[in-house]
């Protein structure tokens, strides 16, 4: 493989840049700058000098062997002073070298795949941990790239595996002294991983929201103080404010993060009937977002919520909590209110928090709810009894094969180019 090069820290100045060298050669880089690899795995002041251009900078450098790095090749670590020059005359020198290419976005991660250091779950994971931006997305994304959900699939396959050589031990030893109905143990297995896949899929959703964020719909009637209300969260305003009815005509997003919980707050159109034609798209927007919603809060005002009924643990609050004679309610405009609003809607989010899964990506559920399927169908063949072992093997080698597929092992090819896309150049 050729030996890759690239920037590991974020482009543009900074104090310290980390420039990363892996592959067969990547020792090589140190002798291009005039000096000797350091010991693996411990730091050294080195100065880089170059053949033309001469003395480059003063750097920190770290060497790994094969095997012992991020990606399981050799990688040579340049930290070098943080200026775009400095950066560009160490990259430019890199790139003069024979066998050297700069990394593609990714690449990095994906040898580290290709050399079995991470499996696809804690890749995919790895990803979600880089762009985490509140302390429960890192934590789960930690999670993931800690293994867990690869050694719960593992033992998947182990209980899979023991299932179809009770299977196959009767088809092939007939005439053995091995029990020829082997119907109640392979059901039992199977049905304690179709158990643990069920879990794990239900938690998905929760999971997949605590990645991306929860979504919180601001609804109600016009002028109820919706749009005041999002930039007091917002701390901005993020939305116009207008005493006439029907300035919102779009939903508007604001991301937050409510002490840890990753939170998008929905400004929608208020809830009327219109003979508008824009302002009627408007709110079946705001009806349709808010029904997808993890939590709406309906902000009563002068009007009904129309078709939108308030469910079990939305939040209903008074709106423009300054204008009341009790004060009673919430004022984006004071801050009456807010505070307590904002802890009800935190109180609840961490609920629904505490049912997530390890899995947060639709492709792992999607291979689950697969192998799910074949499990099923196994269940029912292997019931029939001893003339159907040698189907519900078979059902049983393609469960197999799909859980392969959710750690990475086998045939997803199609899928690498997606996830190793969203991935910067240095990782």
């Given at each position: ?22 592959g ?9 700058f ?18 033309d ?17 991020f990606?399981?090749?050799p ?43 991470l ?11 880089i ?11 930690l ?9 719960k699939a ?9 299932a ?5 031990a ?5 005439d ?28 998905f ?12 719909a ?16 917002a ?5 116009i ?15 937050m ?8 707050f ?42 939108l ?22 004022s ?60 519900a ?35």
């Amino acid at each position: 493989m050729d030996t890759i090069f690239a920037l590991a820290t974020v482009p543009g100045k900074s104090g310290v840049a980390v420039i990363r060298v892996s592959g067969p050669d990547a020792v090589a880089s140190c002798g291009a700058f005039g000096f000797k690899p350091p010991e693996p795995r411990k730091s050294a002041l080195r100065r880089l000098v170059h053949k033309d251009r001469g003395f480059l900078d003063e750097a920190l450098v770290l060497f790994f062997e094969d095997g012992a790095s991020f990606t399981g090749e050799p990688v040579v670590e340049f930290h070098v002073h943080g200026s775009v020059a400095t950066i560009n005359a160490v990259l430019n020198s890199l790139g003069e070298l024979s066998g050297y290419r700069p990394a593609d976005a990714g690449e990095f991660t994906r040898r580290a795949l290709n050399n079995g250091r991470l499996d696809l779950t804690q890749v995919e994971a790895l990803a979600d941990l880089i762009d985490s931006e509140t302390e429960m997305q890192r934590k789960q994304a930690l999670k993931g790239f800690s293994g867990h959900l690869r050694e719960k699939a593992e033992s998947w396959r182990n209980d899979l595996i023991h299932a179809m050589s009770l299977l196959e031990a009767t088809i092939d030893f007939a005439d053995e002294e091995v029990p020829v109905d082997v119907s109640p143990d392979v059901e039992r297995l199977l049905r304690g991983v179709i158990e643990s896949i069920d879990q794990e899929v239900q938690g998905f959703g929760v999971a997949e929201r605590v990645r991306t964020g929860f979504e919180v719909a601001i609804v109600g009637p016009p002028n109820a103080g919706k749009s005041t209300l999002l930039n007091a969260l917002a701390g901005r305003d993020a939305a116009i404010t207008s005493e006439i009815a029907g300035t919102t005509r779009d939903v508007i997003e604001v991301r937050m993060d409510l002490d840890s919980v990753p939170v998008t707050f929905l400004d929608t159109a208020g809830l009327r009937e219109t003979d508008d034609a824009i302002e009627i798209i408007g709110v079946q927007r705001a009806i349709d977002r808010a029904r997808s919603a993890d939590l709406r809060v309906f902000l009563e005002g002068e009007g009904t919520f129309g078709e939108l009924k308030p469910q079990e643990n939305d939040i209903v609050v008074r709106g423009k909590a300054d204008l009341q004679p009790d004060g009673q309610g919430v004022s984006g405009l004071t801050g009456a209110g807010l505070q307590r609003l904002i802890e009800d809607v935190k109180v609840y989010l961490l609920s629904l928090a505490t049912a997530a899964g390890l899995v947060s990506h639709e492709r792992q559920r999607d291979v689950l709810i697969q192998g799910r399927d074949a499990l099923s169908h196994a269940i029912k063949l292997s019931s029939r009894g001893p003339e159907s072992y040698d189907l519900a093997s078979e059902e049983l080698r393609s469960a197999i094969f799909t859980l392969e597929r959710l750690v990475g092992r086998v045939d997803v090819e199609d899928v690498l180019d997606k996830v190793f896309s969203s991935f910067c150049i240095g990782k």
